[in-house]
C-alpha cells in the first residue's frame, strides 16, 4: 500500500472515526490503513486482559477476571523432577521460548489415596496427577489493562494433606484478594509429596536429596523473592501461610537453617492448625524402614545401585508404593512426612523452637477446637485406651510416659474422647504454642469454635469457593477471613484492611507466656450471632503441652 505524506506535513484530520496524521490516501489505501488500525485497536484489546509477564527464563500470558483480578496459572519455577532429578532437589526451570498460556490449572504432584477426588471439580479443566508437578499460580488486583499494582504485600499459601496431597487448583486466589480490600498479591505453590517428596534413609542422603518437598517449597520462596515485583508485589514484606500439612510447613521453613535462611524469605508466619507428627533423624530406624520398604516393593533389592534403581522406576508404579505404604500406617497418622536431615532441618523442630532459632518477625496461629477427631477411628470407641492410643501413635514413646499420659487426660471425658484429645494437642495444638513461645511478644493466637471447630472446618471461611461457610453471617466471615489478610498487610490483625468498613474484631493483645496468655475466639450462640472476644489460654492445657514438650526426643518432635 502506498501512502504519500502532504507536501506540508500537515496536522491531520478527523475521518471516519479514525484520526489520519497529515497523511494523504486513496480511498483503497484509506480502507486498507483503516482494516490494519482495526486489526491493531483489536490486537490491543486483547492484550489489554491478557497480560504477560517476562521472568527471563519464559514469558507467561495470564487472564484478568470480570473483576479485575489477574490470574498466571500453571507458573513453573523449577524443572521437572522427573528421571535422575527425581528424589533430588529443585533444580532451575530451562529457558523456554514463546510466551507460555498461564490460564488453565497445572497438573497436580501425585497424591496418596486418602479419599481425594483424582480430578478437582472446581478447575476449568480435569487436573490429573503427575510428576511435572512444580507449579505456582499467581493473583493479583490489577487495572482494567491487566497491569499489576506496586510494592504491594505478599501472601503465599501452602496447602495442606498430610504431605501426601493436595493441589494449587482448588483454591481460588480471588477469595483472599477480595478479603484483602486488593491490598495484597497472592502466590499459591505446590511441592512434591509423599514418596516423591519425603523418602528418607541413608542413601537418599548420599545419592539425593532428603525434604524434596521442603525444598521445593524454599525453590519457590526464591522465586518469589527474585520475580513477584513483576506481578507488583514487594519481596520485602513477604507472608506465608498454610493450613494443617502446610501449616506444618510453615513450621518447617520458619526452623529451616536453624533460622538463618538467607535471604530472608518471609517476614510474616501464619500456621492454620500447625501440624507437626514424629519427625524422625533420616537415618533411625522407622525412616531406614519405611525406604527398605519402597526398595523392596519396587524390586530394587539386589540392584547395584539403588537409588539408579528407584529413579528408573515407572511413576505409576512408585505411585502404587506410595499407596501401599500409607495404608498400612496406623489409623490417621502419615508416614511420609519431613525428617531432620541434617542441613535444611538441622535438629528436632521444637528444640529449635524453645532455642529462638527461628526465621521471620511475627507470627499468627490459629487452631480449632477439636483437631483431632477426623485422625481417630471413632468406630474403635469401645477399646479405646488412652495409655494404648499414646503407644501406638508414638512408636518411640517408653511405658512410662504412656502411662503419665493416660493419668494426664483421664479426666476429658470417655477414652474415645481421651484419644481425640491427644491426637489434637500432642500433634496439632501444642506444637502451635511452641511456636508463640519461640515468637513471645511478637505473636498473636486464634481459636475457631463454630460448631464442631474439626479440623479443616475454618478453610471455608476464607476460601468460600472451595466450600460453603456453615455460619452464613457476614460479619463473622469478614472479622475471620480478615485477620489473615489484615496480618499479611501489616503484620498486625488489629489493623483493619478497609478502614472504612472496620470488622467486629475488638483489640487483639499479644500471646505472652507467663504474661497474659489470651487468644481470640471465633464462634456463634445457638441463635446464631456471632460469638468474636478474647479469652484466657487454659492452664491444664498448658500443663498438658509441656509434657508433651518434656518427651518430644521421644515422640520425635
Not at 460 to 473: D, E, K, R, V, W
Not at 495 to 523: C, H, R, S, Y
Amino acid at each position: 500500500m502506498s501512502v504519500n505524506r502532504e507536501p506540508n506535513g500537515g496536522g491531520g484530520r478527523f475521518q471516519s472515526g479514525f484520526w489520519e496524521p497529515g497523511f494523504s490516501c486513496s480511498r483503497r489505501d484509506s480502507m486498507q490503513l483503516r482494516a490494519l488500525l482495526l486489526t491493531i485497536l483489536a490486537a490491543v484489546g486483547s492484550f489489554a486482559q491478557s497480560p504477560v509477564v517476562d521472568l527471563g527464563y519464559a514469558q507467561y500470558r495470564g487472564a484478568v477476571s470480570s473483576a479485575n483480578f489477574a490470574h498466571f496459572l500453571g507458573i513453573r519455577y523449577a524443572a521437572a523432577p522427573i528421571g535422575d532429578l527425581r528424589f533430588r532437589g529443585p533444580q532451575p526451570p530451562a529457558n523456554i521460548s514463546g510466551v507460555q498460556d498461564a490460564t488453565t490449572q497445572p497438573n497436580q504432584c501425585f497424591q496418596s489415596s486418602s479419599g481425594l477426588s483424582p480430578t478437582n471439580p472446581l478447575a476449568t479443566r480435569a487436573v490429573v496427577s503427575d510428576e511435572d508437578c512444580l507449579f505456582l499460580n499467581v493473583y493479583y488486583p490489577s487495572d482494567t489493562a491487566g497491569l499489576p499494582p506496586k510494592d504491594l504485600p505478599v501472601l503465599v499459601w501452602i496447602h495442606g494433606g498430610g504431605y501426601l496431597g493436595g493441589q494449587a487448583s482448588a483454591y481460588n486466589g480471588d477469595d483472599i484478594l477480595k478479603q484483602s480490600n486488593r491490598n495484597l498479591v497472592l502466590v499459591i505453590i505446590q511441592y512434591r509429596l509423599g514418596v516423591f517428596g519425603f523418602l528418607p534413609g541413608s542413601k537418599v542422603k548420599q545419592n539425593g536429596a532428603l525434604n524434596a518437598g521442603l525444598l521445593d517449597q524454599d525453590a519457590a520462596l526464591r522465586w518469589v523473592n527474585r520475580h513477584i515485583t513483576k506481578f507488583g508485589g514487594d519481596p520485602a514484606k513477604v507472608t506465608i501461610w498454610g493450613e494443617s500439612a502446610g501449616a506444618g510447613s510453615v513450621l518447617q521453613q520458619v526452623v529451616a537453617n536453624n533460622g538463618q535462611t538467607k535471604p530472608q524469605l518471609f517476614r510474616g508466619a501464619i500456621t492454620s492448625s500447625t501440624f507437626l507428627p514424629s519427625q524422625y533423624k533420616y537415618n533411625d530406624r522407622i525412616p531406614e524402614l519405611i525406604f527398605s520398604q519402597v526398595v523392596s516393593q519396587l524390586n530394587c533389592t539386589t540392584a547395584s545401585n539403588t537409588m539408579a534403581c528407584l529413579r528408573a522406576a515407572d511413576a505409576n508404579a512408585l505411585e502404587t508404593v506410595n499407596d501401599n505404604l500409607n495404608h498400612g500406617a496406623f489409623w490417621g497418622t502419615f508416614l511420609l512426612v519431613p525428617v531432620i536431615d541434617g542441613t535444611f532441618i538441622r535438629q528436632r523442630p521444637t528444640l529449635s523452637l524453645a532455642q529462638g532459632k527461628v526465621n521471620g518477625k511475627v507470627l499468627l496461629s490459629v487452631t480449632n477446637t477439636f483437631e483431632g477427631d477426623v485422625f481417630v477411628d471413632q468406630n474403635s470407641a469401645a477399646i479405646a485406651n488412652a495409655t494404648q492410643y499414646a503407644l501406638n501413635l508414638f512408636p518411640e514413646i517408653q511405658p512410662a510416659q504412656a502411662d503419665k499420659a493416660g493419668r494426664l487426660y483421664s479426666e476429658l471425658g470417655t477414652p474415645i474422647l481421651q484419644e481425640n484429645a491427644i491426637q489434637a494437642e500432642s500433634i496439632f495444638i501444642c506444637p502451635t504454642y511452641y511456636m508463640l513461645n519461640a515468637f513471645r511478644g511478637r505473636s498473636y493466637k486464634a481459636e475457631f469454635a463454630v460448631p464442631r471447630g474439626q479440623h479443616g472446618a475454618d478453610v471455608a471461611y476464607y476460601y468460600p469457593t472451595l466450600s460453603t461457610p456453615t455460619f452464613q453471617n457476614q460479619a463473622f466471615i469478614n472479622a475471620f477471613a480478615q485477620i489473615f489478610t489484615s496480618f499479611a498487610i501489616s503484620l498486625n490483625p488489629n489493623v483493619d484492611v478497609d478502614p472504612a468498613n472496620p470488622t467486629i474484631t475488638p483489640q487483639w493483645k499479644v500471646w505472652m507466656q507467663g504474661l497474659g496468655e489470651t487468644e481470640m475466639l471465633f464462634n456463634k450462640t445457638e441463635t446464631n450471632e456471632p460469638v468474636v472476644h478474647t479469652i484466657e489460654t487454659g492452664q491444664a492445657l498448658l500443663q498438658r503441652c509441656a509434657f508433651w514438650d518434656s518427651v518430644g526426643a521421644f515422640t520425635a518432635q
